[in-house]
């Protein structure tokens, strides 16, 4: 019996004892391949020395001072180190402990920002259906995935909900990528156009939506569009690369790939690489002079916000991925990936698409390819999934998203960026088997 309350109450979980690079050992010596990375999140695998050095060296100076009180220098050179590298105009960093802390905040600056310039009136978030912001109750009404939260409703603020970017699911026949990218993107001019351009706060999209539909990454222009949608009608673009970001589509934010920089852009997991819980929102030099030049001060915050021992892991992790070039291993390794599972899973009468960025892949699986029809839910395939995996030694991430209020599955692949070739084959072969296994 356990008293600790675990997400799955009736689960029985191997009890983790060691990782090392991209492997989990548990207490019975049986090891895993770390081929989800957690959630999105070890990306330079387990027990890095640098890393470990950075977080003793840490712990030796100071492990916590109060925001309120202090600074430290390890937020500060983490905050430098992160607009250094950011998309132009993105030049303030706020530190948080997570993706949906980060999310809470970035929805909180950009309403703070319009009662700042005196449009108060505003007041509407436009989100995305199969989008995933956080469990938190202000994320969690942003994201769209009505199975987190169909029996939390009544605790949720009113978000407005149009379409995802999903080529697979919902471009038509022989519609091009410019004309989808169009009429996806003309869902959010209408939703703006009917709740009134000047009563809304933002829109909020993951750059390559995550958790819930599974690496989708948006058709050429989309965002493109969007950006110039927000412009038009002065409503602020927040980009939602929690999971996406932080060099896992092999850029250090997918949205550089898309041409496109938003006002405020939330990331978390690769930031501190699991090592220590860290999060961020970048915000753009707008957004803070309206801040600065208002009433200087952000009404928000949280005791562990800008934790020294939190900013130390973000920073030894982004220093060895730019020190051992890790990007371009991103890149490599995950056009390897992706031949990989076409070669293996590509003709498998059970696999409707494979897709993704980087080392951020996943497979979606369908009853019937034809159709695209998903598989009963009753069957829980993304259980059956995880546990053949794990009886072979495999670590990956399988769900159920919803598609048209239906569920659908698909496996999540976001493996360490420090992978090799032999590594990608073991991770392939493993999950093919445990596909075959599972359906
Ligand atoms: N945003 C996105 C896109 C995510 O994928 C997640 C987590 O999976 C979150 C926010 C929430 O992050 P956290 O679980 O760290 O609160």
């Not at 009505?146 to 379409?163: G, K, M, N, S």
């Not at 978390?268 to 309206?290: N, R, T």
């Not at 048209?404 to 999540?412: K, Y």
Request: aromatic share 6%.
């Amino acid at each position: 019996m356990t008293h600790l309350l675990h997400r799955a109450i009736h689960a029985k979980l191997p009890v983790a004892v060691r990782g090392e690079g991209i492997r989990l050992f548990d207490a019975e010596g049986r090891a895993y391949i770390d081929a989800s990375g957690g959630a999105a999140v070890s990306c330079l695998g387990h027990a890095h020395p640098d890393v470990l050095a950075a977080l003793h060296a840490q712990l030796d100076r100071i492990a916590y001072a109060h925001t309120g009180f202090f600074t430290t220098e390890a937020a500060e050179r983490l905050a430098d180190r992160l607009v250094a590298d950011a998309p132009d105009g993105l030049d303030h960093v706020y530190l948080v402990s997570g993706g949906s802390e980060a999310v809470e905040a970035a929805l909180k600056m950009a309403r703070q920002y319009f009662v700042e310039k005196g449009e108060p009136q505003r007041r509407h978030i436009i989100a995305r259906r199969q989008s995933y912001h956080g469990n938190t109750l202000g994320a969690l009404a942003a994201g769209g995935n009505e199975w987190r939260r169909a029996q939390f409703r009544p605790l949720l603020v009113e978000t407005h909900h149009i379409d995802p970017c999903f080529a697979y699911r919902l471009q038509q026949a022989g519609e091009s990528d410019t004309d989808y990218a169009a009429r996806a993107a003309g869902q959010l001019e209408a939703k703006i156009l009917e709740l009134g351009a000047d009563q809304v706060i933002a829109f909020v999209a993951e750059t390559v939506v995550g958790a819930t539909a599974g690496a989708v990454p948006p058709v050429a222009d989309y965002l493109k569009r969007v950006r110039a949608i927000c412009d038009k009608y002065g409503v602020l673009l927040i980009l939602d690369e929690v999971m996406c970001g932080m060099g896992r589509t092999g850029t250090l934010h997918a949205c550089e790939q898309d041409g496109v920089v938003p006002d405020l852009m939330t990331i978390a997991k690769g930031l501190g690489g699991g090592y220590q819980p860290v999060g961020a929102v970048l915000l753009s030099s707008a957004i803070f002079q309206a801040f600065s030049e208002g009433s200087g001060f952000f009404q928000h915050g949280h005791t562990y916000m800008g934790h020294p021992m939190a900013a130390a892991a973000g920073l030894a992790v982004q220093e060895v991925i730019r020190r051992d070039g890790l990007l371009e291993n991103v890149v490599s390794m995950g056009d390897y990936l992706e031949r990989c599972l076409v070669e293996r899973l590509g003709n498998h009468h059970h696999v409707g698409d494979i897709r993704g960025r980087g080392l951020f892949r996943a497979v979606e699986l369908v009853a019937d390819r034809a159709t695209k029809s998903p598989f009963d839910p009753g069957l829980k395939l993304n259980a059956r999934i995880k546990k053949e995996a794990m009886a072979r030694g495999l670590m990956v991430y399988p769900m159920g998203g919803t598609i048209d209020g239906q569920r659908g599955d698909h496996v999540l692949l976001a493996p360490p960026f420090i992978l090799n070739r032999e590594d990608v084959g073991q991770i392939v072969e493993r999950l093919g088997d445990a596909v075959d296994a599972a359906i």
